[in-house]
């Protein structure tokens, strides 16, 4: 049997319909961190959203931390039940804050004992990986690099016994280069694993950063860049599509869909993009 790539979604695409976002902020004032809630409206739930997703032909989800309404022991088992009888893979869940770089020491620790606590969520949950950024500092700074890998090999140690895999992504500053991403995962001795975003890399050499990155990838973000109306630029998503297919990829295709108008409906103009793919 041959394997193949298959469709994933990330509840990013789905943020305006989820219910609140809790966003994790850094409170100078007080030294720790804080929730900020952005109200949204709520059209499904997380935990209806597994069974949601099979019935739309998704295999697999992947969640941003600000979207658990809940980190209890009884919410996550529920979620992961939800998981299990809907049939898909919970692939990743996306921590969407963190400074790995922070030269401030104290700033820093706090930030990776927060990660620590998000992959005890993530085990809890069933979810496979857990998505670390890479950090904010100059990626021109060597220093920047050791010190995100030191960083990034510390939560793997953390992870390893509870069958979670550390990952990190083309985002932020640190690794928006594939010169940093590739120099990570060879520092974390191929315990780290990578996402690749369409929408991260930019300039002239985008598709070349791909190419480089996309075959040592376990999971692709596949947004496609889109106008006002949010009508994609198929052809510009294509040429990123082109990279995947010639890297022999065969891992899901997380659709990510952030512009304006009805949410499912501009998933559907990026899943009609990715179909012939797969």
């Not at 394997?3 to 809790?22: E, F, I, Q």
């Not at 088992?77 to 009888?85: P, S």
């Not at 510390?154 to 083309?170: F, H, M, P």
Request: hydrophobic share 40%.
């Amino acid at each position: 049997m041959i394997a193949v790539p298959y469709l994933s979604l990330t509840t990013w695409s789905l943020h305006r319909n989820l219910g609140p976002m809790r966003w994790t902020k850094w409170d100078e004032e007080r030294g720790a961190h804080a929730t900020v809630v952005d109200e949204q409206p709520q059209t499904v739930s997380l935990l209806e959203l597994p069974g949601v997703l099979m019935s739309r032909g998704f295999a697999a989800m992947e969640v941003c931390h600000f979207h658990f309404p809940d980190t209890s022991e009884s919410y996550l088992r529920e979620l992961r039940g939800a998981v299990e009888r809907a049939g898909i893979r919970f692939y990743t869940l996306l921590a969407d804050y963190g400074d790995i770089t922070n030269p401030d020491e104290r700033r820093r620790e706090a930030d990776i004992e927060w990660m620590k606590g998000w992959i005890d969520v993530a085990s809890a949950a069933g979810a496979e990986r857990i998505r670390i950024i890479g950090g904010d500092a100059d990626p021109a700074s060597r220093e920047a690099v050791a010190l995100a890998a030191a960083q990034l090999q510390r939560l793997v140690d953390y992870a390893r016994d509870k069958n979670v895999k550390v990952v990190t992504e083309n985002f932020h500053p640190l690794t928006s280069t594939a010169d940093n991403c590739l120099a990570l995962l060879d520092a974390c001795g191929g315990e780290l694993g990578l996402t690749s975003d369409f929408g991260n890399f930019k300039g002239p050499a985008k598709l070349q950063e791909l190419s480089r990155t996309v075959p040592r990838s376990e999971s692709i973000h596949a947004k496609a860049m889109t106008d006002g109306s949010g009508l994609p630029d198929a052809e510009e998503f294509r040429s990123c599509m082109d990279v995947v297919r010639q890297s022999g990829y065969e891992g899901p295709i997380t659709l990510v869909y952030d512009g304006p108008g009805d949410m499912w409906a501009g998933i559907e103009r990026v899943r009609e993009l990715v179909e012939p793919y797969l």
